[in-house]
């Protein structure tokens, strides 16, 4: 299991498409690897309201299609999502659905007898249990009938998209609400960094949950840090460059997120990250 932590300021930018595109980047990026959390920190007290759009922009983008007009009223922040890429992710269905498939499900209307639910389909699906309504679940389709039948059910190992959690708080205090959720390895990215070698290779491959925390577009993670009145060496069990002899001075997070996601898959290939 792989979950990431990045900074609100990721998202400042001045201009809400730009904004919005890279927060998409990011969201890709968490999909194509199976990013199990997104933990959004506070990387200034005052970037609160960025941490805001960068937590709708990365929920809006995880949703299926077909539930979004459920979850998101209007809203200013999403003015530019049409430009964000698709996930193409197991729960977000191209392809029209045949019986036993899997799908994410939104209850509109519930009673004694039973609950519908809108699954994606031409018209709502029918599912026999009372549920809570205006709440997303996931169901199976029992029965492509008229109307089609589903029951609530489980994953059952597949990659079902990420979660995004805003901690409203600054980088220690969000590493230590990561460490609270039990996640057993957390690793810092920074130019300043250990290479990696074997010994570092053999830690990721044992790690049962992996943190991999980034720093912002202006500071570090030392420098956050420091400036919190702490230092790395006790917020983190390992700080990596992954990009030992960059050609560049910086390196943006998005382009960071994609590039250590993608060693790290490498490194745990074979393992269900």
């Known amino acids: 299991m792989i979950s990431i932590a990045i900074p609100s300021s990721v998202v ?6 730009a904004s919005t595109q890279r927060a998409g ?8 690897f199976r990013v199990k959390d997104v933990f959004i920190y506070l990387d200034r007290e005052r ?3 960025e941490g805001e759009f960068l937590r709708k922009i990365l929920e809006y983008m995880e949703t299926p299609q077909y539930l979004r007009k459920y979850l998101f009223p209007i809203d200013e922040s999403l003015e530019e999502v049409g430009s964000l890429p698709p996930l193409r992710t197991p729960h977000h269905p191209t392809s029209a659905p045949v019986e036993g498939e899997i799908r994410d499900g939104f209850v509109v209307r519930s009673t004694r007898r039973g609950s519908m639910i809108d699954i994606g389909l031409q018209r709502l699906a029918w599912c026999p249990i009372p549920l809570p309504v205006r709440k997303r679940m996931t169901f199976k389709i029992e029965r492509l009938s008229d109307p089609p039948e589903v029951t609530p059910t489980s994953v059952n190992g597949k990659y079902w998209g990420y979660r995004v ?13 990561i460490r609270a959720k039990g996640y057993d390895f957390l690793v810092g990215t920074s130019k300043f960094g250990r290479h990696i ?5 053999e830690l990721i491959s044992s790690a049962e949950s992996i943190a991999l925390v980034f720093g912002s577009p202006r500071e570090g993670l030392m420098q956050i840090l420091n400036r919190e009145g702490f230092e790395l060496e006790e917020a983190l069990d390992l700080t990596l460059n992954f990009v030992p002899n960059q050609g560049v001075e910086t390196i943006r997070t998005e382009e960071a997120v994609i590039v250590c996601l993608s060693i790290l898959n490498y490194i745990r290939r074979g393992r269900n990250v």
Not at 12 to 17: E, M, T
Not at 165 to 177: A, C, M, V, Y
Not at 197 to 201: A, H
């Open 165 to 177: 959690i805003s901690t409203n708080s600054g980088l220690w205090t969000t590493i230590k609400k």
């Open 12 to 17: 400042d930018l001045g201009n809400k498409r």
């Open 197 to 201: 070698g074997e010994k570092e290779r």
């Open 47 to 49: 970037k609160r309201r």
């Open 25 to 32: 980047l990011i969201g890709r990026a968490c999909a194509i």
